[in-house]
């Protein structure tokens, strides 16, 4: 089946390039823009797609992300509505996503931070230190990766909360909310927040002076859902007035962070360039497989987001 490559961010074709090589029998990937042929072309694999991406394509049935959020597609002003829309589910991400969050919450717990400045000042002094069951963490966000991290922290001895949209009945040892209400509720006990959230209307700026203030005092944000999630001037605000202490953040709402932005140089915030996980070369290309069977049997393909929902 004809595949186009579309992003206007990554050499996509070069980076996959192994990957889509071994599928090569299945999947006929071409860069975008396709000139001769295009109206063969049935799926495309796409991140950051040009906002005109999917016009010369009439005959796609579905766009396949290489990650597991699928909001830059889903924005494309030019994708069409009958177009299923495929997300990456891999194991092996959210276990890396477990990975980094665990990190995080351990840098926060143990006062990892103090430490290090106390090494830049040659300063001998410990500090005192807490249980993590004294540490109550809670997730924005009990998908596939949001379920596996809640595992680890919980496996690791921190109390665990879990949000959703739906209300779940959580693995035993966490404690689920959901709604807003429920999203209260969980905040007065939380000290740590991670958040896992996609990003749709309901989830843009969610995190705010509100839900910081809802905390407490003293905590902690690790950002690894979406930038646009969160109001940066209320974070700036929190950490300056002492309700949070501090903030791990991983996505921002303009990638690349812009050199001359105050995060950079913030002394309470710790950066990593949306690399909290990657998905593995091999399920892109698996989920571009079973996105190219599904279409030859006139199905739905696994992982195709609920438009509707926007996640
Ligand atoms: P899933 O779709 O599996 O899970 C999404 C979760 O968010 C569900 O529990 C859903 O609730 C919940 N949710 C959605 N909208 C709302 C809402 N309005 N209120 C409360 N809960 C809501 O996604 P994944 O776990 O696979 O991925 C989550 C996100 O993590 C991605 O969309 C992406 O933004 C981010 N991500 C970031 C990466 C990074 O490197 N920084 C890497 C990978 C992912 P319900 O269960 O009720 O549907
Ligand atoms: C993803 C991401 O969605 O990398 O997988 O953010």
Redesign the pocket.
């Known amino acids: 089946m004809r595949c186009a490559v579309i992003s206007r961010k990554f050499d996509l074709r070069s980076y996959y390039g192994k990957a889509l090589a071994k599928i090569a029998d299945r999947i006929e990937s071409i860069d975008h823009p396709v000139t001769d042929g295009a109206e063969a072309v049935r799926i495309a694999l796409a991140w950051h797609p040009h906002p005109d991406a999917f016009e010369r394509y009439p005959n796609l049935k579905a766009v396949c992300t290489i990650?597991?959020?699928a909001d830059n597609v889903l924005a494309c002003p030019s994708l069409p509505p009958h177009v299923n829309v495929v997300r990456v589910?891999d194991p092996a991400?959210a276990e890396m996503?477990a990975g980094f969050v665990a990190w995080h919450v351990i840098w926060h717990q143990r006062k990892f931070a103090t430490y290090m400045q106390q090494q830049r000042d040659r300063i001998w002094r410990r500090l005192e230190q807490r249980p993590a069951s004294d540490v109550p963490v809670s997730i924005l966000?009990?998908?596939?990766?949001?379920e596996r991290v809640a595992t680890q922290l919980a496996g690791l001895g921190f109390p665990v909360n879990v949000?959703?949209?739906?209300p779940?009945s959580a693995a035993p040892g966490l404690r689920a909310f959901a709604g807003r209400n429920g999203l209260f509720a969980m905040l007065a006990e939380t000290e740590v927040l991670v958040n896992?959230?996609?990003?749709?209307p309901?989830?843009r700026g969610l995190i705010d002076a509100e839900v910081f203030s809802a905390m407490k005092h003293g905590g902690y944000l690790i950002q690894?859902?979406?930038g646009e999630q969160m109001v940066e001037a209320d974070l700036l605000a929190a950490l300056e007035n002492g309700q949070l202490s501090g903030a791990s953040l991983?996505?921002f709402a303009v990638e690349p962070l812009p050199a001359d932005h105050i995060f950079w140089h913030h002394p309470q915030i710790l950066m990593t360039p949306?690399?909290?996980?990657d998905v593995s070369f091999t399920a892109v290309a698996n989920t571009l497989v079973a996105t190219a069977a599904a279409i030859e049997a006139g199905e739905i393909p696994p992982h195709a987001v609920d438009r509707s929902r926007g996640?």
Do not use: F
């Open positions: 990650g597991a959020g589910v991400q996503m966000g009990y998908g596939k990766i949001g949000w959703s949209r739906t779940k896992l959230l996609p990003l749709t309901e989830t690894t859902g979406r991983d996505v949306h690399d909290a996980c996640y």
